[in-house]
């Protein structure tokens, strides 16, 4: 990069960091009777967005946008797989929950008893607890504490709590079968989060094989971030190879959600 091209950049760095700290620090009190003024968290953004935009022209900003897709994607891919592993932990609840009822119930004690204490270590519980204990819907109380995400589950739970009460079955041996089926169900997830894992594994050594490839051209004597980061047929083949392999990660993570709904 030559020593213009460094001025400019950092000019613009400079003026990006200015901005921000202008349009990021909140507003102040206001006059002593009225409301603070408000400034909406987007507008902040998208203002930044379009001083830099301004700022920036030619190959920088190609480079700002490109940086900025892949900042996108490795964010987004990031939350998929922290919400993955928040709803595995929670199915791994529900599963303790159901074996926990299961034995109370079969210990013969009270169901108000049984889901106090299981409220007391689970504290999402409480709303199910505290219907229970009003007399109010216990059943549509576990169906809304299903949706929560991994604790689909529960809603077999609502159904055998719903059909104890109303037929007057043993709601300690409806629980006890729904227990049994849900850790049948538990460990073919296991054995299919197995071949899922293997798989984003590969999927994620692919798409860093172009840098292994990038290190050894220039290890060879080649430039070949200077035809990419410098050159406009670079940055076209840089912009569609960071798409195309973008896409192929969002691509064997949608097709790997698929087959954990259907497991």
Same mark, same amino acid.
């Given at each position: 990069?030559?020593?213009?091209?460094?001025?400019?950049?950092?000019?613009?760095?400079?003026?990006?960091?200015?901005?921000?700290?202008?349009?990021?620090?909140?507003?102040?009190?206001? &006059?002593?009777?009225?409301?603070?003024?408000?400034? =909406?968290?987007?507008?902040?953004?998208?203002?930044?967005?379009?001083?830099?935009?301004?700022?920036?022209? *030619?190959?920088?900003?190609?480079?700002?946008?490109?940086?900025?897709?892949?900042?996108?994607?490795?964010?987004?891919?990031?939350?998929?797989?922290?919400?993955?592993?928040? &709803?595995?932990?929670?199915?791994?609840?529900?599963?303790?929950?159901? #074996?926990?009822?299961?034995?109370?119930?079969?210990? *013969?004690?009270?169901?108000?008893?049984?889901?106090?204490?299981? &409220?007391?270590?689970?504290?999402?519980?409480?709303?199910?607890? #505290?219907? =229970?204990?009003?007399?109010? $819907?216990?059943?549509?109380?576990?169906?809304?504490?299903?949706?929560?995400?991994?604790?689909?589950?529960?809603?077999?739970?609502?159904? @055998?709590?719903?059909? @104890? =009460?109303?037929?007057?079955?043993?709601?300690?041996?409806?629980? $006890?079968?729904?227990?049994?089926?849900?850790?049948?169900?538990?460990?073919?997830?296991?054995?299919?989060?197995? #071949?899922?894992?293997?798989?984003?594994?590969?999927?994620?050594?692919?798409?860093?094989?172009?840098?292994?490839?990038?290190?050894?051209?220039?290890?060879?004597?080649? $430039?070949?971030?200077?035809?990419?980061?410098?050159?406009?047929?670079?940055?076209?083949?840089?912009?569609?190879?960071?798409?195309? *392999?973008?896409?192929?990660?969002?691509?064997?993570? &949608?097709?790997?959600? *698929?087959?954990?709904?259907?497991?």
């Amino acid at each position: 990069m030559t020593p213009v091209a460094v001025s400019i950049a950092a000019l613009v760095a400079a003026g990006a960091a200015a901005v921000a700290v202008v349009l990021l620090v909140p507003p102040g009190p206001g &006059a002593p009777g009225q409301e603070p003024a408000r400034r =909406h968290p987007g507008v902040r953004w998208w203002v930044l967005a379009a001083i830099a935009v301004a700022l920036l022209s *030619g190959r920088l900003l190609i480079l700002a946008i490109l940086a900025a897709m892949v900042v996108a994607a490795a964010m987004a891919l990031l939350r998929a797989r922290r919400e993955r592993l928040a &709803a595995r932990a929670t199915s791994r609840r529900v599963l303790e929950l159901c #074996e926990s009822l299961s034995a109370d119930l079969g210990a *013969g004690q009270p169901p108000g008893a049984v889901l106090v204490r299981a &409220a007391a270590e689970w504290p999402a519980l409480a709303p199910v607890a #505290e219907a =229970h204990r009003i007399g109010s $819907d216990v059943p549509a109380a576990w169906r809304e504490l299903a949706r929560m995400p991994g604790a689909e589950d529960l809603r077999v739970i609502a159904a @055998a709590w719903q059909l @104890a =009460h109303r037929a007057g079955a043993g709601l300690a041996d409806a629980v $006890d079968r729904v227990s049994r089926g849900l850790r049948a169900a538990q460990s073919t997830r296991r054995i299919v989060d197995g #071949e899922l894992a293997s798989a984003r594994a590969t999927a994620r050594l692919v798409a860093g094989l172009p840098l292994l490839a990038l290190a050894m051209g220039s290890g060879a004597g080649g $430039d070949p971030w200077g035809f990419l980061l410098g050159q406009p047929a670079g940055l076209a083949c840089l912009a569609g190879g960071l798409a195309l *392999g973008l896409a192929g990660l969002w691509w064997i993570e &949608a097709i790997a959600r *698929g087959v954990e709904r259907a497991a």
